[in-house]
């Protein structure tokens, strides 16, 4: 089965604490995306990723990083999480984002819902 | 000036009624542009994309892009208790960003 996958589902932890959210896809897809999502502020995307050692700032990129040494995995990481950064996340992953008439429909993980304390 | 901005509603329409939702963006280099629905508690899925100037149909939903006047439209006809959900305008620039507007929740009472 298609289908992109996010561990942990929920994590409640304090400030500072080191975190990572895992996500894998097994469609082979070159584009990865984080996102995350706010009550109002609709989804906000951190990083994404065109390809293999390929990253790039979103919008609000402040507070983590990510890596992509491989095709199906694009962890996102929590170096020192505050309050702020409590917040839903989605990781997403798509074909290819080639040209500007892309149509490639991201496919969405089930979410990670963090709670820094 | 939010880049993509959608009325956050809650958007109240009768069963079998025609839902119309709306989505303006700022950047008049956008390209392609795609509606998401989103059920409470769970991920987004897309439902429709568009890139040229127009209507697009796909069974009861239809986009409709003016980039003109830069605002993409969904409707949704015939609407069903199931399409209560939150809609997400989406859209993409030249470039490889995709940015989601605020979403619009529908309300779609028997």
């Known amino acids: 089965e298609a289908q992109v996958t996010q561990n942990p589902r929920y994590l409640i932890t304090v400030t500072g604490k080191k975190l990572t959210v895992t996500c894998s896809q097994n469609?082979?897809?070159?584009?990865m995306s984080w996102y995350r999502q706010d009550p109002g502020l609709g989804l906000r995307q951190i990083y994404y990723?065109?390809?293999?050692?390929?990253?790039d700032k979103g919008d609000v990129p402040e507070g983590y990083k990510v890596s992509r040494k491989e095709k199906r995995n694009f962890p996102l990481i929590l170096e020192s999480p505050s309050p702020n950064q409590t917040s839903l996340y989605f990781c997403?992953?798509?074909?290819?984002?080639?040209?500007?008439?892309?149509?490639?429909?991201?496919?969405f993980g089930d979410g990670t819902r963090l709670s820094i304390l | 000036q939010k880049e993509v901005e959608q009325n956050s509603g809650p958007l109240s329409v009768p069963e079998g009624a025609i839902a119309s939702l709306n989505c303006t963006y700022s950047?008049?280099?956008?390209?392609?542009f795609f509606w998401y629905r989103q059920y409470s508690g769970k991920s987004p899925e897309l439902i429709m994309f568009?890139?040229?100037?127009g209507d697009k149909e796909d069974g009861r939903f239809t986009a409709q892009l003016n980039k003109a006047s830069q605002y993409v439209s969904l409707l949704i006809r015939d609407s069903q208790p199931s399409d209560s959900a939150t809609y997400l305008c989406?859209?993409?620039?030249?470039?490889?960003?995709?940015?989601f507007g605020g979403g619009t929740r529908v309300l779609v009472k028997p």
């Open positions: 997403a992953s798509s074909l290819k984002q080639g040209g500007g008439y892309s149509n490639q429909p991201q496919h």
């Open positions: 990723s065109m390809n293999v050692e390929v990253t």
């Open positions: 989406a859209v993409k620039a030249a470039g490889n960003k995709l940015t």
């Open positions: 568009i890139y040229s100037n």
């Open positions: 950047d008049r280099g956008s390209q392609s």
């Open positions: 469609m082979n897809h070159e584009y």
